[in-house]
């Protein structure tokens, strides 16, 4: 028997270790859909792997939870901005029946314990190629939440292109590692619906560079939400001529390792409420009750790393994640036919 450790790189704070049988391997795709490095409370069972919790730095201090309705000047000084949580944006009785719906469609195993429903076209973010594929629009029975966003002034000319339900539950370990979501096709508005439990979504300020993700593209197109509202998007008949500004240095990071994005922590804390802000220890915690309905934007899209860590699901736990395009895919051909198979409902 030996040990291996994986660490983590996005989340430094977190170590993770695990013992595995010598005839056992994680190199391999798993019955219970765990690949490569991931594995799930189902797979670390059946090889033999004792995944350890992750383990936190001790200074508690560097862990900030966000509150839905007070004062948030500690995250601020962190940088943190670009997030609208919604309560209750459903009712009580319209979780019960969705849920029921959602559960009378087919699940998909995925990685690390999760299971998914996806409903939108097939995209290779390498290669940046992107298939309708049998993308024939959306559940009928969801249809009224897409509709409910024009309620949102945030959302407004939201149109949804991809619509992935995932489930979380403790019995399987359901994880989702640090990343940010695709910036090629992906458009700055992240949408996510919260179902059956509280959870948190876990956010750490992303310190490598433009090659992942896509993000170069993202100075390329013009920023959709500007100062708190929605200034481009050619549905609703919206233009803006500027890209979003990123708040780092991203060329002096990759030369020296650094991470620069509290310029004027100074100005912003004067009484030194926050401290040891190094960008590599600490993290932001946001919490989302049932019901409620998350939007990720500007500096929280693009500049922060999210991720659902296995200790904080307690309960079964669904969400439905919602993506628009990117402007340049919105008056491509390949864009017109997304939209024509999005406006389906079944």
């Given at each position: 028997?030996f040990?291996?450790?994986?660490?983590?790189?996005?989340?430094?704070?977190?170590?993770?270790?695990?013992?595995?049988?010598?005839?056992?391997?994680?190199?391999?795709?798993?019955?219970?859909?765990?690949?490569?490095?991931?594995?799930?409370?189902?797979c670390?069972?059946?090889?033999?792997?004792?995944?350890?919790?992750?383990?936190w730095?001790?200074?508690?201090?560097?862990?900030?939870?966000?509150?839905?309705?007070?004062?948030?000047?500690?995250?601020?000084?962190?940088?943190?901005?670009?997030?609208?949580?919604?309560?209750?944006?459903?009712?009580?009785?319209?979780?019960?029946?969705?849920?029921?719906?959602?559960?009378?469609?087919?699940?998909?195993?995925?990685?690390?314990?999760?299971?998914?429903?996806?409903?939108?076209?097939?995209?290779?973010?390498?290669?940046?190629?992107?298939?309708?594929?049998?993308?024939?629009?959306?559940?009928?029975?969801?249809?009224?939440?897409?509709?409910?966003?024009?309620?949102?002034?945030?959302?407004?000319?939201?149109?949804?292109?991809?619509?992935?339900?995932?489930?979380?539950?403790?019995?399987?370990?359901?994880?989702?590692?640090?990343?940010?979501d695709?910036?090629?096709?992906?458009?700055?508005?992240?949408?996510?619906?919260?179902?059956?439990?509280?959870?948190?979504?876990?956010?750490?300020?992303?310190?490598?560079?433009?090659?992942?993700?896509?993000?170069?593209?993202?100075?390329?197109?013009?920023?959709?939400?500007?100062?708190?509202?929605?200034?481009?998007?050619?549905?609703?008949?919206?233009?803006?001529?500027?890209?979003?500004?990123?708040?780092?240095?991203y060329?002096?990071?990759?030369?020296?390792?650094a991470?620069t994005?509290?310029?004027?922590?100074?100005?912003?804390?004067?009484?030194?409420?926050?401290?040891?802000?190094?960008?590599?220890?600490?993290?932001?915690?946001?919490?989302?009750?049932?019901?409620?309905?998350?939007?990720?934007?500007?500096?929280?899209?693009?500049?922060?790393?999210?991720?659902?860590?296995?200790?904080?699901?307690?309960?079964?736990?669904?969400?439905?994640?919602?993506?628009?395009?990117?402007?340049?895919?919105?008056?491509?051909?390949?864009?017109?036919?997304?939209?024509?198979?999005?406006?389906?409902?079944?």
């Amino acid at each position: 028997m030996f040990i291996v450790f994986f660490s983590i790189k996005p989340f430094s704070c977190i170590c993770y270790y695990f013992q595995i049988q010598t005839n056992k391997t994680m190199n391999t795709t798993r019955p219970c859909g765990c690949k490569g490095h991931r594995s799930c409370a189902v797979c670390e069972a059946d090889f033999g792997i004792v995944g350890a919790k992750p383990v936190w730095l001790d200074n508690k201090d560097r862990i900030y939870y966000y509150d839905l309705g007070g004062d948030n000047l500690k995250i601020e000084t962190l940088g943190l901005s670009g997030l609208q949580v919604i309560p209750e944006f459903i009712s009580k009785e319209e979780e019960i029946a969705l849920v029921k719906d959602m559960d009378a469609l087919p699940w998909d195993k995925s990685q690390s314990g999760r299971r998914k429903q996806n409903y939108g076209p097939k995209t290779n973010f390498k290669k940046k190629k992107v298939k309708i594929g049998e993308f024939k629009g959306f559940p009928q029975t969801t249809k009224y939440i897409q509709d409910r966003f024009s309620t949102v002034d945030l959302l407004a000319g939201y149109r949804t292109v991809e619509q992935c339900s995932i489930e979380y539950t403790p019995e399987t370990g359901s994880s989702i590692d640090p990343h940010i979501d695709d910036c090629w096709i992906w458009g700055e508005r992240i949408v996510q619906l919260n179902l059956l439990s509280s959870t948190y979504l876990a956010l750490k300020p992303y310190t490598g560079n433009h090659d992942r993700y896509n993000l170069k593209d993202v100075e390329s197109y013009p920023a959709t939400i500007h100062n708190g509202s929605v200034v481009h998007n050619p549905v609703v008949g919206k233009l803006f001529d500027k890209p979003y500004t990123f708040s780092r240095n991203y060329n002096q990071q990759e030369k020296t390792g650094a991470h620069t994005y509290i310029e004027n922590n100074e100005k912003k804390d004067p009484e030194n409420k926050v401290k040891n802000t190094d960008q590599s220890e600490f993290m932001v915690k946001i919490p989302l009750p049932p019901r409620s309905l998350l939007i990720m934007y500007g500096n929280s899209r693009y500049e922060w790393e999210h991720a659902v860590l296995r200790q904080d699901i307690s309960d079964r736990r669904l969400i439905i994640a919602y993506r628009e395009l990117t402007p340049p895919y919105l008056p491509s051909d390949e864009g017109v036919e997304i939209l024509e198979q999005a406006n389906k409902f079944w």
